[in-house]
């Protein structure tokens, strides 16, 4: 079992910057954990994810703008936004399931665990 909790989110004009956190507890296992958001009227959306080992992956629509990193000796994941737009307006949610990010992560029904999740606000 893995319990996560975000903070972080806010409001921001847009080409500001937000930081998320996420503190994990319970995983020692090979896990991927990453985030998605979720805007209102639009599915759910994987955004970034990180590996064990530290590999990264993301999104097209947030390349070069968002950074995935993890501080394993704080079980704390983060999300660095930059350059934020209007359209990354969402609830941020981190998620994790066990084994490699792989095709499968980014579709959240093969996600099993959930943060309660965080507002991101970008005004124009």
């Known amino acids: 079992q893995v319990q996560l909790v975000e903070s972080g989110g806010g409001s921001v004009q847009a080409g500001g910057s937000l930081r998320l956190s996420c503190s994990f507890f319970?995983?020692?296992?090979?896990?991927?954990m990453g985030w998605f958001r979720q805007a209102p009227g639009k599915e759910r959306e994987g955004v970034a994810a990180i590996v064990t080992d530290g590999g990264t992956s993301y999104a097209d629509s947030v390349k070069g703008r968002f950074t995935i990193s993890q501080d394993n000796a704080k079980n704390t994941l983060y999300l660095q936004m930059n350059s934020l737009k209007p359209e990354d307006t969402a609830m941020y949610y981190c998620?994790?399931?066990?084994?490699?990010?792989?095709?499968?992560?980014?579709?959240?029904?093969?996600?099993?665990?959930w943060g309660q999740g965080t507002q991101v606000t970008v005004s124009a």
């Open positions: 998620a994790a399931r066990f084994g490699d990010c792989d095709s499968l992560w980014w579709y959240p029904q093969n996600v099993p665990f």
């Open positions: 319970g995983s020692g296992h090979t896990y991927c």
